[in-house]
């Protein structure tokens, strides 16, 4: 894919946007943020994955028991009650707070009145656009409803601890608990048909105004996911399906014994075998929900770092070729379309770069990492850009830049910030000073986390890695995006030719 306009954009989760209801969702505030973007001459809306979250992984839209199944906690009670699925009464929220996501209150609310919803649905509503996304979904819908239900059957536990017959999806066996669960089944495809439209609508809403989405695929899948229990041969697993070897990285500067994530890592023989069809799948559906996907950790697929499941940490892993070059080559030829954008943070070797050249996929420049050592030709100076990339100022997985600025960057990391700006930034201007850099610099486009158009500090963070408790939480006030950030951003937007064309 080669970027052909000069533009720029906003990253902002659903889950950060304002509501009444504990945590951001389809309604009223995203169009509403839409229409934002839209007055700021905007033309990205990224956003993180839309998948499925559970509070067992932490509420991570990275770690999901469905690479297919949409994120009904993201469902619009508002919308709910327009549709007449439910009244002003059932929808009525005990007091969420405003500038946090209470994951646990929020499933527990959004439970009890999808409850209704579903009752209220069966008894008076028309079910034909229902049935019509039954059947263009089935394939993947099927299997997820049931694993959902059999994950509450049997309080949580992974899938290989289930019964034998049920964990080796013994077929006889399967027919007999889609029957003796079809209520519970059938209100699991009900919250995914809902999801699925509430997002198809608001998609189209950005669409007509020029808005494009930016969306995200995690490279890896929970081991405790219905793709694993469904795809066993697909991941490396022992002949009792227990995990074989799993995904990390390497040590590092950061860390002296690597990181094990402990997701399953492929059998991209057998994935070859049956030519990609399971990401050929993933890639199609995700292409109907996003303009254009970021794929999370693009390096894993040309070569990832494997280690065995018993270990610890990532010490005694080892670095495993994957097949990248023959995949994306299938991948273009089945879905000659897809518009392509590699995260290619952290430790990038050659054999990666060169890939992504083959295929012409764009990859990512943070300035937040553009300071670190005294070296004029590192990739993340802005001066070294490329047209084809995309610029921001941080990640999801970064600080905000005040909050680097005050707490993380170290006095030599200021100092070669300040020598490479020419002057010292403030503490109350250096987040628009890191903008204008990206905002000016050659890439085609630039993208900024909502906290920094702010000016946000340490505690407006999105994620902090390796920590599994307190992530995901921020959101956005209804009154930050006032007249003074609409000029703000409009203003940059305009003097460095990025407006929305």
Known sequence: MKIKQRASGVLLHITSLPSAYGIGDLGPEAYKFAEFLQQTEQTYWQILPLNITDKMYGN???????????????????????????????????????????????????????????????????????????????????????????????????????????????????????????QQIQFEIFLQYIFFKQWENLKIFCNERQIKIMGDIPIYINYDSVDVWTNPEYFKLTADKQLEKVAGVPPDYFSKTGQRWGNPVYNWDKLKENKYKWWIERFSHNLKLFDLIRFDHFRGLVAYWEIPADDENAVNGYWVQAPANDFLKTLHKKIPDLKLIAEDLGEITPDVYETMEKFNLPGMRVLL????????????????????????????????????????????????????????????????????MAMSSTAKIAIFPMQDILGLGEKSRMNLPGKTNNNWQWRLLEQQLNDTTKKLLTDFTLRYARKNQ
């Open 60 to 182: 991570s839209p990275y770690s999901s028991i469905s690479a297919f199944a949409g994120n009904i906690w993201l469902i619009s009670p508002e919308i709910l009650k327009e549709e007449g699925l439910l009244s002003s009464e059932d929808i009525t929220p005990p007091l969420f707070p405003k500038n946090k996501c209470h994951y646990s209150k929020v499933y527990n609310y959004k439970t009890k009145i999808f409850k209704i919803a579903f009752q209220n649905f069966l008894n008076h509503h028309d079910q034909g656009s229902y049935e019509n996304f039954y059947q263009e979904n089935k394939s993947w819908l099927e299997p997820f409803a049931l694993f959902r239900v059999l994950k509450k059957e049997y309080r949580g536990k992974i899938w290989s601890n289930w019964p034998q017959e049920i964990k080796d999806r013994n077929k006889k066996k399967l027919t007999v608990l889609q029957k003796k669960y079809q």
């Open 369 to 436: 990492f553009a300071f670190g050592q005294d070296d004029p030709k590192l990739t993340h100076l802005p001066h070294n850009y490329i047209e084809n990339c995309l610029a921001y100022t941080g990640t999801h997985d970064n600080n905000t830049v005040c909050g680097w600025f005050k707490n993380e960057a170290s006095k030599k990391e200021k100092e070669l910030l300040a020598k490479y700006m020419g002057h010292t930034p403030s503490l109350k201007t250096v987040h628009l000073e890191f903008i204008q």
